[in-house]
């Protein structure tokens, strides 16, 4: 299991007020659990994300 969601350190993300990331570029209704959980670090495309993947910002 990855430690933290890669999602609160991507370019893409937009971040909500709390800082964690909310929606992104890939997901722009909403980044599914298994990202925000930290159970898969986003570095390979998954169905629906549109080739875009995890970038450091």
């Not at 800082?19 to 570029?25: E, H, N």
């Not at 980044?31 to 570095?43: A, T, V």
Request: aromatic share 8%; charged share 20%.
């Amino acid at each position: 299991m990855i430690a933290e969601a890669p999602c609160n350190t991507c370019k893409w993300a937009s971040l909500a007020a709390d800082g964690s990331a909310a929606t992104c570029d890939a997901f722009p209704k909403g980044i599914p659990q298994m990202f925000l959980r930290g159970e898969n670090d986003h570095s390979k495309p998954v169905p629906g994300d549109g080739g875009i993947t995890y970038q450091p910002a």
